[in-house]
């Protein structure tokens, strides 16, 4: 008997790093036509009423497709229609939409650089802390597979002569086994304070910040809200763009913001996946998977406005860096994240021959 793969969990796993880009698969697939619907019927906590655009002969024509600004009023507030409505004037969309006038404000950039301005600042203060006490946790749970595995073995061995001497079935044995095993490695977990499921804290708050951002800046490039000094959002979003989407409010035809995502999060993928020997059956299949919502979330990129996508690529930009930099050794150190034993000395040359060797030397 072995112990079950739960509990020798690495910071190696793809999960780890790349599990937000799974977590919103589904979410994405059913806002990708969503996401640009006007929202004519919202107020922006009681500034006034609905701002209704008149049509005006010299009015600048909307630079999204028909289907794009289709009114929510078609949508019952049974159907698909009223959950995502009640997200978009929710209180944490709302703080989003905040946090981002509030940088836009104080920094006097364009759009563009506000948006990554406020990409910047939220990666870095919130989820860099929560990835660093991520491989903290998952380091110490590497560096109790040792213990743990001697432990598995003297088990197995007395549970056999257990077995043998009160005549347990075989299914008995197993079961006996199990629930003990399982209890002593949790209670090494809480002898060391590193439960497995703290590793887990950085989706639960990446992952619904980067959903309400997202809804945030939809807001803002669909002109649902305008700022206290009357300017609105959306015509600053229309010339807050550069190089080539000037619009941020328009979709990027290039399709260049949603190919450059696609690529980012599938190097990701692939850092993880080059320093990890030997994966269990169940790790290849979560790479796979990572790695076709990874090229799903290309697609899905193109049918939203620049703002949107602008902030995912900038997101998983950071998300490379800050992945990168937790395999600096003086990093790890300052962060008084245990050394383990698949620790190296030259993570980065490890890894650009581990790359090397994969996709350019094969043979």
């Known amino acids: 008997m ?7 969990g690495t910071r190696s796993s793809p999960v780890s790093s790349a599990c937000w ?3 919103c698969a589904e ?3 059913r806002l990708s036509v969503r996401w640009l619907q006007p929202r004519s019927a919202l107020q922006l906590r009681g500034l006034g009423p609905p701002v209704v655009p008149a049509p005006t002969g010299g009015a600048k024509p909307s630079a999204l497709p028909l289907w794009a600004v289709a009114s929510v009023s078609a949508v019952g507030p049974s159907g698909a229609g009223g959950w995502y409505e009640a997200l978009a004037t929710s209180a944490p969309v709302q703080g989003a939409e905040d946090v ?7 920094s006097g950039l364009p759009w563009w650089g506000s948006i990554l301005l406020t990409t ?13 006490y991520q491989h903290y946790i998952l380091a110490k749970v590497e560096n109790l597979q040792p213990e743990i595995k001697s432990i598995a073995r003297h088990l197995n061995q007395d549970v056999a002569v257990r077995a043998n001497q009160l005549g347990w079935s075989k299914r008995a044995a197993r079961l006996t086994y199990l629930k003990t095993m399982r209890r002593l490695v949790s209670e090494l977990y809480v002898r060391d304070n590193c439960h497995p499921f703290k590793a887990t804290v950085l989706v639960w708050i990446q992952l619904p910040m980067w959903i309400f951002v997202s809804v945030a800046l939809r807001n ?6 305008h700022s206290e000094a009357g300017f609105s959002v959306q015509e600053q979003l229309a010339t807050g763009g550069v190089l080539w989407f000037p619009d941020l409010t328009a979709l990027d035809s290039t399709w260049i913001l949603p190919v450059s995502i696609g690529v980012i999060n599938l190097l990701i993928v692939e850092i993880f996946a080059l320093q ?7 790790q290849t299949y979560i790479t796979y998977l990572v790695r076709a919502v990874s090229v799903l979330m290309i697609p899905v990129a193109a049918t939203v406005p620049s703002s949107i996508v602008l902030y995912w690529l900038c997101s998983s930009l950071m998300g490379l860096s800050q992945n990168l930099l937790l395999r600096s050794p003086r990093f790890r150190q300052l962060c008084r994240i245990p050394l383990t034993k698949s620790d190296s000395d030259t993570p980065y040359k490890d890894l650009f021959a581990a790359f090397y060797a994969k996709f350019i030397s094969r043979k």
């Not at 981002?100 to 104080?106: D, G, I, Q, R």
């Not at 990890?276 to 169940?282: D, P, Y």
């Open 120 to 132: 910047v600042a939220l990666r870095g203060a919130v989820t860099l802390p929560l990835a660093a």
């Open 220 to 225: 803002f490039s669909t002109g649902a809200t």
């Open 100 to 106: 981002l006038l509030f940088a836009h404000t104080a």
């Open 21 to 23: 880009i799974q977590s």
């Open 2 to 8: 072995r112990v079950a793969a739960s509990v020798s």
């Open 27 to 29: 979410m994405l697939c």
């Open 276 to 282: 990890k020997v030997g994966m269990s059956r169940f």
